[in-house]
């Protein structure tokens, strides 16, 4: 893997939501780093904490009852998380943007769809009304809907294209990172494979950097340069898709890749990793996969797991990772 | 969408016939002699009989019922009060305005300092703005309006003198009226605005307007509110027909010549005529008011306005 | 509203929601004061020191002293003694009328959002009428017809409320008639009566009770204004509202004939609505997790 500067780079990021009754450690320590002009996939299942790392890095997390415990998050040198609300607003929509997970309900439904893009564009810039909305009016052409739509309403289109414009108006000021949570989980398959592929279209174009959130092994393939996997609010593997792909060195990695079904040959049973996540308001000891990893040993238990560098060179928190990796090879 | 506010002006007409049916109809059930109530209990029999022969009450329901609808509808001759002999179309005609002038400034504290506290309750939710808002809101919604009436009555006209206790005039006289109307829908407009726009904060759509950079205040304003103010408008509908009719009874205490102390004083005279046209024009007015409130909310969420384009068109039978 | 989602093993809807309830201290509160006055509205003439009726001649209008803790009224009647057994009036008529046309509004609901077609629309119809006039402006002719006295008044305040709990039920029925597990109940022959009665009401009920405990607030001031403007319940009967009509003739040189009844109200009033918020808040499927 590459060592060269990362763009986008979290340290040992901790979040926490709390109510009168409990507190939910979300994000307990996560590092990541992603590339300039790259795609790096975040991989978890739902209530990993991989909405949460987005919406931290946006700092757009709700108001009331979520807090930043510690960490940081650098982009091109600047920790966001030290920076004046103020300084972020300049940031949202503009440098960093985001794509939402339901396209259904992300657009305000008593604004008119042009409005909304030419909105973010008029934020940012000091163009005129004109020439924001002519910005906006590129913006729908460019994701494939007809200009004379500018005035209409959100409930008057369709799933996949309303999120078309939710794509629209995140890349309007042509971010530098683009945020994409789960982008085509709501859509149909057919209509996911259009958005994706106008995703990339895009941010080839553009060179945008994207973090792209996703519980979709497909998707991983089809789009990301490099993936990291999530687990209960830690990164445990983590790598180009490349390496993930083809050496999965970290047990809850291996169990994903297994539990797909097997197209091409004759599966009589599914294998799901067997048990649930660890509850998320109760703190953690030693490795949080520990009671489901059929590798787990006392030190597992006991001790939380360092991040170490695979065979191929990539990173994987796992105490046990060289018996993982040989009984993968079997 | 015109086509619609026609159809649906239309619609009154049938409905307002049946009102009109169905309260003459309650009437006649009614206990009381209106011969007596006209010309006193000293009156003779013969002359009580010749009376009611004259009324028209010898007559058959229908009989009397088609004359009530022809007079009232037709001929817009309201007749005269049995009591008072005030002719009633002119009692309408003077106390009406009365009424919804009261309701309506009602209408205006409601939404104007109502919703302002919800919004502000919301967006501080949990803090103290919210908390103190909202125990004067649950306490402002308990209070009876005619006990209220009274209490201000107590200080303010007896204890300060600083504002009269009855009769109209000029402004001040509506001050006390006024709060002792609007002050439980006051607080019912802030509780709902406080809920809907914590409904509306919670909303993805926020969450994108807060991605795109949108600075907090125009977050609030521009894209929480107008969506808020849709079940606010509502409320709004469903509660004018109750400050309607709180506003009669205001009317009682600050002895304000409305519709309220026209209908109640009839009632408890007996003077059923009064009673029955008044309630009618009061319908009339309500229910065109219900129809502007419909008409507003396809303003505010173009969700609605598309449904009622599409139901001005050709109406289809819907299975 | 199907809960999707038990918070316990094994525990059923009901006692959730009961949980939830008691959860809630303003609505335990109010739920208190309300189980406060109606024991005080079954023990009031045991309460009370004085009878509602008894005159002490020689005390006419006196501000609260030892002798009568909320002083006496223009006929020389015990005002405390008269507002305990006021009690018996407001919450019984408030809870009663609520029930009443609760219970008539379901099942006009129930029939027009099952039925559909022209038996829909008629009842539609029917309910535009009945709400064409505002509702206190209802409560008046119909007790102008019905007359005065407990029960007259009872039925009097119900119909305004008919169909606001009609439309309540018809809405969620409609909600629920699409609703797959309907089609799953038809698919195995349940009969359309067991499907109405087992599935699609209780279903759709949980609305309608939000809108009930708030009704009876409503309904209780309504009662109150109905006695006040002369209507209602009438003197020597000690409802609130009648009470404060007697007084209304006083206010300047007595006003705590004035205070005391309209205080008894609004703490009734007060403590319903403490209670409905809690249920309200207790049937939300949004909970505030």
């Keep these: 893997m590459s060592e060269n500067k990362s763009y986008l780079k979290i340290e040992n990021l901790r979040v926490e939501y709390f109510s009168s009754k409990e507190v939910v450690h979300a994000v307990n320590g996560v590092n990541l780093r992603m590339h300039k002009g790259k795609t790096l996939g975040l991989v978890g299942e739902t209530g990993a904490g991989k909405t949460t790392i987005a919406k931290s890095i946006l700092r757009i997390l709700p108001d009331v009852g979520s807090r930043i415990v510690e960490g940081s998050i650098t982009v091109d040198g ?19 943007s985001m794509i939402f997970q339901d396209p259904m309900t992300a657009l305000n439904p008593v604004q008119r769809v042009g409005e909304q893009i030419s909105e973010a564009v008029r934020l940012h810039s000091d163009m005129s009304k004109e020439d924001c909305d002519k910005r906006a009016k590129e913006m729908l052409k460019m994701v494939g809907i007809t200009e004379d739509r500018f005035s209409e309403y959100p409930h008057q289109f369709s799933g996949g294209m309303k999120q078309r414009i939710v794509i629209a108006i995140a890349l309007a000021c042509n971010p530098k990172i683009l945020l994409a949570d789960e982008p085509t989980t709501a859509l149909d398959v057919t209509i996911q494979a259009q958005v994706l592929d106008l995703v990339a279209e895009l941010q080839k174009k553009f060179n945008t950097s994207m973090l792209l959130i996703t519980h979709d092994l497909g998707v991983v393939a089809q789009v990301c340069d490099d993936v990291a996997i999530i687990y209960a609010g830690q990164i445990v593997e983590y790598g180009t898709k490349e390496q993930i792909f083809h050496h999965p060195s970290h047990p809850y990695t291996v169990g994903l890749f297994g539990a797909i079904p097997d197209m091409a040959g004759d599966d009589e049973w599914l294998h799901p990793i067997e048990g649930l996540p660890p509850d998320p308001t ?41 018996e993982a990796l040989k009984e993968e090879e079997k | 969408m015109l086509r619609y506010f026609l159809k649906r002006l239309l619609w009154m007409i049938p409905i307002i016939l049946a009102v009109a049916i169905v309260v003459f109809t309650l009437m006649t059930f009614c206990p009381g002699d209106p011969a007596e109530i006209i010309l006193g209990s000293e009156a003779t029999d013969e002359a009580l009989e010749a009376k009611r022969v004259e009324l028209g009450l ?26 008072t002999g005030i002719p009633i179309a002119d009692s309408i005609k003077e106390r009406l305005p009365r009424t919804m002038l009261l309701s309506g400034i009602t209408l205006f504290l409601s939404f104007g300092i109502g919703v302002p506290l919800g919004v502000i309750a919301a967006v501080n939710q949990n803090r103290w703005q919210d908390s103190l808002c909202m125990i004067l809101a649950l306490i402002g919604v308990s209070m009876p309006n005619f006990w209220l009436a009274l209490l201000l009555v107590i200080l303010f006209a007896v204890k300060l003198k600083w504002l009269p206790a009855l009769g109209i005039g000029g402004v001040k006289y509506y001050i006390l009226p006024a709060i002792s109307s609007s002050s439980m829908h006051i607080a019912s407009s802030a509780r709902q605005s406080r809920s809907s726009m ?19 205040n125009q977050v609030i304003t521009k894209h929480a509110l107008k969506n808020a103010l849709i079940p606010i408008i509502t409320m709004m509908g469903t509660q004018f027909g109750k400050m309607l009719g709180g506003a009669m009874i205001i009317e009682t205490i600050f002895s304000i010549p409305g519709m309220g102390t026209l209908i109640i004083t009839a009632v408890n005279n007996r003077d059923y005529p009064v009673v029955q046209t008044g309630s009618i024009f009061l319908a009339i007015v309500f229910s065109f008011s219900m129809l502007l409130v419909d008409m507003l909310y396809a303003l505010v969420d173009p969700r609605i306005k598309a449904q009622y384009q599409r139901k001005g068109k050709m109406k289809r039978r819907a299975k | 509203m199907i809960m999707s989602g038990k918070k316990h093993k094994g525990q059923s809807e009901f006692s959730r929601f009961i949980y939830q309830l008691s959860k809630n201290k303003m609505a335990m509160i109010g739920l208190a004061i309300i189980i406060l006055e109606v024991f005080i509205a079954v023990f009031a003439p045991a309460i009370a020191p004085y009878g509602y009726q008894e005159i002490d001649a020689n005390a006419l209008r006196q501000p609260p002293s030892s002798a009568h803790w909320f002083g006496t009224d223009e006929i020389g009647r015990d005002i405390f003694s008269r507002v305990i057994i006021g009690t018996r009036y407001s919450l019984s008529m408030g809870i009663l009328a609520t029930l009443i046309s609760s219970a008539i509004g379901i099942v006009i609901g129930a029939i027009a959002g099952f039925a559909g077609g022209w038996a829909d629309n008629v009842i539609m119809r029917a309910l535009d009428v009945i709400q064409s006039l505002p509702g206190m402006l209802l409560v008046i002719v119909m007790s102008a017809v ?37 089609e799953a109940a038809y698919s195995i022959n349940c009969s359309p009566a067991r499907i109405i009665f087992k599935h699609l009401v209780p279903n759709s009920i949980s609305a309608n009770i939000v809108q009930m405990t708030m009704g009876v607030s409503h309904v209780i001031v309504q009662a109150a204004s109905l006695s006040f403007i002369g209507l209602g319940i009438q003197p020597p009967t000690p409802d609130w509202g009648a009470m404060l009509s007697g007084a209304r003739a006083f206010i300047r040189k007595s006003p705590h004939m004035v205070i005391f009844p309209g205080l008894a109200i609004a703490i009734t009033v007060l403590a319903v609505n403490m209670l409905g918020d809690g249920v309200r808040d207790a049937m939300d499927p949004k909970l505030k997790k």
């Excluded at chain 1, 998380?81 to 940031?91: F, G, P, T």
């Excluded at chain 1, 949080?288 to 994987?316: I, L, Q, S, Y």
């Excluded at chain 2, 914590?198 to 907090?216: C, N």
């Design chain 3, 146 to 182: 019905l007359g005065s006295g407990y029960f007259n008044t009872i039925l009097a305040l119900s119909v305004g409320s008919i169909p606001a709990a009609a439309r309540m039920l018809r809405a969620n029925m409609l909600r629920q008639r699409k609703a797959e597990y309907i």
């Design chain 1, 78 to 96: 600047q920790d966001l998380l030290k920076l004046k609300e103020n300084d972020m607003r300049k940031i949202r929509g503009n440098d960093i």
């Design chain 2, 198 to 216: 914590l409904d509306v904060i919670r909303s993805d759509y926020i969450t994108t307007a807060r991605a795109k950079g949108v600075p907090e």
């Design chain 2, 58 to 83: 010898r007559d058959p329901y229908f009989v009397r019922l088609a004359r009530y609808l022809s007079d009232t509808f037709i001929h817009f001759e309201l007749g005269t009060a049995w009591k």
């Design chain 1, 282 to 322: 109760k703190p953690i000891k030693g490795c949080a996969f520990a009671p489901r990893c059929k590798f787990a040993t006392d030190k597992c238990f006991n001790e939380t797991p360092v991040t170490h560098k695979t065979p191929d060179g990539h990173e994987c928190s796992c105490h046990n990772m060289k």
